[in-house]
């Protein structure tokens, strides 16, 4: 593996990261949320001299990956912060500062925003009820509401029309979504692209087919590593994405692999299996950028509860399993199914059927909400949640942030 899962990740500073659609359903950006981020960026990271380094150049926080593909990446800062300078730590051209205020904004402030947008930041700035003027707000170019939904004060809704667009945060089910769209909203941002939209009628391709049952070979009883390299050999796009992969700078192996058979003798099996699944899931959801963000989602959860159940041996779970239990996680969604009948097409026993549809009792659920917690930045429920099941919360945060790198690693060889 190029990366070592134990190694310390960023010190005591740690973030999610949570992406921002636009009216089509398409990423426009990301943003990172941090502990605390509403009462001042110092409060997620040390004040020391190597926070801008890092908040301007770190992979852990995907940062890289998203400018690579031209996405925004915004975060949160107070009024403070900003004086600070700490906001010129991001890249100019990508770098997308969001601002709350809780006072009226001063004079240098003002030229502070005017200044950003100048150098090429981009300046979001919440407007909810209470907001303190207008006057930031002319320094905005996307106008942020955190109540959806709902509509904008008249004020800056004028405004809006004129210069900026409007993000509705917080948006949980597509029902909330088609609402703000059809109040104004251009940009949303919440856990609702998470929610599957079901296509009445929906077949599987021929090549989700495909995937699904080199996937059962995967995971049989008793592997046949050179029977399902036959069957990889024989399929031009799973074998090109995987040797691709395996070749990359990000994956770091100091020879080139040559063949599926050499990555088995490189690699090892085991180690090959889980970059397999991998490409799997991936080339199941398509070119389009909202499944793949699912994809990246649902590897990353995967890692996660391999990760967290090694740790927490006396769960009694098997990590491997978690693996493929958070992988499969959002496939209801990447193919537009109800779960009742993709978990039919899965090599999973019936405890893990029940907890991917989500069955009421079901073993995992608690992990899934632990899971929910840090994917939306929700701090006081992840902070309820290791509590309630005995985890450190440091220790789940490590995990997390070697989950994302792990995800990383793949998403910048493709």
Known sequence: MPHDDNAETQGHVFFSKQPILDADRRIWGYELLGGEVRQGIFRVFPK??????????????????????????????????IREGL????????????????????????????????????????????SPSLAAAKQADVLVMEQ??????????????????MLARGVRSLEQFQTARDQGYTLFQGPFFKEPEMVPGRKLTSNEVSRLQMLRLLEAKDPDPEGLGAVIKGDMAVSFRLLTLLNSPAFGLLQKVESVDHAVRLLGWAKLKSWLRAVLLVDMSGQDEAPQELAALSMQRGRFLELVTTEYDYWGFNPGTMFLLGMFSLLDTILGMPMAEVVELLPLDSKLKASLRRDPGND?????????????????????????????QESIKTSYAAAMEWTGVFFAAK
């Open 48 to 81: 020391q001299e190597s926070t801008a380094a890092s908040l301007s150049s770190s992979t852990y926080y995907g940062l890289q990956e998203a400018m690579a593909r031209g996405k925004r990446v915004m975060i949160a800062f107070d009024a403070d912060s």
């Open 87 to 130: 906001a010129n730590a991001l890249p100019s051209d990508l770098g997308w500062v969001h601002l709350a205020l809780d006072a009226k904004p001063d004079a240098a402030l003002l030229k502070t925003l005017a200044d950003l947008r100048a150098e090429g930041y981009g300046v979001a700035l919440d407007v909810s009820p209470g």
């Open 148 to 165: 959806v939904p709902g509509a904008l004060p008249p004020a800056f809704a004028r405004l809006a029309a004129k210069n900026a667009d």
């Open 364 to 392: 995992h659920q608690s992990l899934f909400d632990l899971i929910t917690s840090l994917e939306d930045g929700d701090w006081s429920a992840f902070q309820n949640m290791a509590g309630r099941l005995g985890f450190e």
